[in-house]
Structures are given as C-alpha cells and as structure tokens.
C-alpha cells in the first residue's frame, strides 16, 4: 500500500508526468488513433521537460544573485521560498502532506463538476507545496487523524478551483480566448496587477511595442535584451560583493565580472529555454484536453504553471521582474525603519511571480500597467509573509517562508479561524467557501434560464 501510494506521490509531483497523462487521458476519450495519442502524450511530456530545464536554469543562475545582493548591502532576514519551507514542513508531515496533496486533486475534480468553476489545476508541485502548508496549519490549529486529512483535502482542493478563477477574467483578456488558465498560487496579486493595469494603465502602449532606435535595433530581440539588462544588474551586484566574497562563494576562482556575465547568459538561456517549452505544450494539451471537458468535467478549462503566460508578452517579463523586485526592495526598506521581521526580496519569487504580474498588467493596461501592477505584487508578496510567519507554528521560525500571495491569503484564513474559534471555527469556514461556491453556480444557472 505503502509502495502505491509513493507512486502515486510520484506521478502527481512530477508536472511533467502528470500532464502527458492527463493529455494521454483527453486524447483516448476522444478516440484518437494509437499515433495521435503516442505524439501528443510523448510531446507534451517532452515540452514539460523542457520548461522545466529552462525553469532550472532561470533559478541556477538566481540563486547566487540573492546570497551577492545580501553581501552587498549587508542584509540579514527571513527569505522567501517555497522549496525551502516545503523542504523543512516534509520532515514532519511528510505523509500528512502527500495524503492531503491526493484527497486535493480528487475534490479539485468533484468540485469543478458541480460548480461553475470549471479549472483543473495542473502544477503539481504547487498543489504539494500548498498541501504541505495546509498540514502545518491544521495541526497547529490541533486537527488530527481523518479530520485532518479531510479537511486538509477539500481545502485544497477549494483553493486549487477558485484561484485560477480569480485570474481568469485578465487570462482571457490576455490570451484573447477562454481555452486555458493560470494554475499558479499568486493569483490574487495576478488579478490585482490587471485591475490596476485596467485603471490606471493605457493598454494601447503595450510592452511589446517599445521603439528602439536604429542603432539598438538588437534590443527587440528579448534574448539579447534579457541577456544584456541582467548583466548589467549582475555586474553592479558582484561589484558591490567584493571579488573575494563571489570568488570564494560562487564562482569558484572565477573571475567575479566573469562570473556575474556567465550567470547572465544563463538566465537569458532559460527564460529562451521556457518559451520553446510553452509553445510545446500549448500546441498539444490544449487539443487533447477536449476530451476531458466533453466526458469528465464538461468545459473544464487546464490550469497551467505561470510560464505559460511568458510568450504572450517576453518583454513584459522583464519590467515585471524589476519592478517587482524594486517593490520587494522598498518594502524591505520600510521593514528596516519600522522594525520587526524583515523580508528579503527573494529574487526567485519576484522574477516567476512578478513577470506573470508584469504580462497581465500589460494584458490591461499596456507599459504603465505592466510596471504599477508588479510593482505592487512586489509589495503584497513582501508584507503578506510578515503576517502568515505567526499561524505558521514551529515554522514560523525556520528563517524562511511561503512566497506568492495565496499561500499567505489561505494561511491566515486558515491560521485566524484556528485562533480566533478554534477548530469548529476552521470547519465552519470551510463549509461556508464551498456552499458560497454551489450557491453562486446555481445563482448562474437561474440567470441563464430567465434569460
């Protein structure tokens, strides 16, 4: 039982696995042919990898740059990211974790059968980190046993179909159709970095229109674009490290401007790398996705990892990557002057979290859009840690924290129940999400039927 249970772990943590099965899965319910079926499973299993390699890349060469800009302006906190807090959550719930992360998808499922909202949420290791936070905060709160697990379950599970739906009005918007959705827990600031795009943005003068002069015509292409902008960040950063702290720590005796341009390029190569993956899995899962709209889950729309949003505007990736940061740099300085925990801008978050943020508020509201909304994701994703470390129990103090903005909305909902009312208090709660979430699909289907 043990063994098939791992497995099953297994398959649902591994995206790239659980999406080829998934498309496998759409593509023989429509009855496709043992060719068909091969190709769109092998390709979209293949363009998963790839994002995934290009997302490694992307974090490889990130990861260097957080521990040189601490050194460089003599920073000490707490900092943000999901692997890191999961990694320290699994020595103790390890089973809790998993148990829930299955009873998630199953009730993301039933859920989106019966309701109006009609998301399957495919990033499997979101739904594990999510999981993994659910565990820490229901036992805190002093769920055990079944009850755990249950609840624990149709949290998620509630939390895995609403949150694409927040988004969902900018990714039509963005994408000009209704086919697929953003199945990535920062939702809330996605959809805030929109509707501030919508207000105070002008969606005629999008990012992906900037004119370059002539003589920097090479800056259209956002390889080159990418490439350059991080090295000339980079380089400040490792100027300001010192040679002896980059050398000792990263580089390994190499040179630290050297070593600040190798990273650069890295970078550049995997956002090049997570492109050609979107565009892979966009061509397959979409088509065979249809099968399970017709025969499980009627107009069920794939949830997808933020990336998928990266090709609809490349250079908008970039500006909300900098203004996100820049944002997690000023909350931080505010953290400074008025004491308490301070957040790090984590540069991991800021760039996956605040380049979806900076494409959707370009989507709404062009290049003003693209730089207020992420500017302001990187506000919320700094000052929301701050409140969701006291719910967090034993964890609270691991020195690292949950990053994107739904796991701090669903923590405290979660954690200010449990304190407030206890654990029929987090019961209730959830009870009252889910019959708001049939109450407002009956209320669609009554509307439809008057009209």
């Not at 390889?223 to 000339?232: C, D, F, P, Q, R």
């Not at 390994?252 to 190569?269: C, E, K, L």
């Amino acid at each position: 039982m043990n063994n098939f249970l791992q497995v099953i772990i297994d398959i649902a943590s591994n995206p790239a696995l659980l999406v080829a099965l998934i498309a496998i899965l759409g593509l023989l319910l429509q009855k496709k042919n043992t060719s068909d079926v091969v190709k769109g499973g092998v390709k979209t299993f293949v363009g998963f990898i790839v994002l995934t390699t290009g997302a490694g890349a992307v974090v490889q060469a990130l990861e260097p740059f957080g521990g040189m800009f601490q050194e460089a302006f003599n920073m000490q906190g707490v900092v943000p990211n999901n692997e890191a807090i999961v990694a320290v959550a699994l020595n103790d719930y390890g089973t809790t974790t998993a148990i829930i992360m299955l009873l998630g998808m199953v009730f993301n499922i039933l859920i989106a059968r019966v309701t109006k909202f009609k998301y399957i949420f495919l990033t499997g290791h979101h739904t594990l980190y999510m999981a993994a936070m659910i565990a820490v905060i229901l036992a805190v709160v002093g769920f055990d046993t079944w009850l755990l697990l249950l609840l624990g379950g149709l949290m998620l599970g509630i939390i895995m179909t609403i949150s694409p739906a927040i988004v969902q009005p900018f990714m039509r918007q963005l994408t000009g159709k209704d086919q697929i959705a953003l199945g990535h827990f920062s939702a809330a600031t996605y959809a805030l970095s929109g509707w501030i795009g919508s207000k105070f943005g002008n969606k005629s003068k999008s990012t992906e229109d900037i004119k370059f002069p002539k003589g920097l015509g090479f800056l259209r292409d956002s390889t080159v674009s990418i490439a350059l902008t991080m090295a000339v960040i980079y380089i400040i950063v490792a100027l300001f490290a010192g040679s002896a702290f980059v050398t000792e720590n990263y580089s390994g005796g190499v040179n630290h401007i050297m070593y600040a341009a190798q990273q650069a390029g890295t970078f550049a190569a995997g956002v090049f790398i997570i492109l050609a993956g979107v565009r892979l899995i966009l061509a397959e899962i979409v088509p065979a996705f249809k099968g399970i709209s017709q025969k499980l889950v009627p107009n069920a729309k794939p949830a997808l990892d933020c990336p998928i949003v990266f090709t609809y505007a490349p250079n908008a990736v970039l500006i909300g990557f900098f203004a996100s940061f820049v944002g997690g740099i000023v909350s931080m300085i505010v953290m400074v002057f008025t004491g308490g925990v301070i957040i790090l801008p984590g540069v991991v978050p800021h760039f996956f979290v605040g380049a979806t943020a900076g494409v959707m508020g370009n989507a709404s509201g062009g290049i003003r859009g693209s730089i207020l909304g992420s500017f302001v994701n990187g506000i919320v994703i700094s000052f929301l840690p701050v409140f969701l470390l006291p719910v967090l129990g034993d964890l609270g103090f691991a020195g690292t924290t949950f990053s994107d903005a739904d796991f701090a909305l669903s923590g405290l909902f979660l954690g200010l129940l449990g304190n407030s009312g206890g654990k029929l208090a987090v019961i209730i709660g959830i009870v009252v999400v889910l019959v708001s979430m049939v109450v407002a699909t009956v209320m669609t289907k009554d509307k439809k039927q008057a009209v």
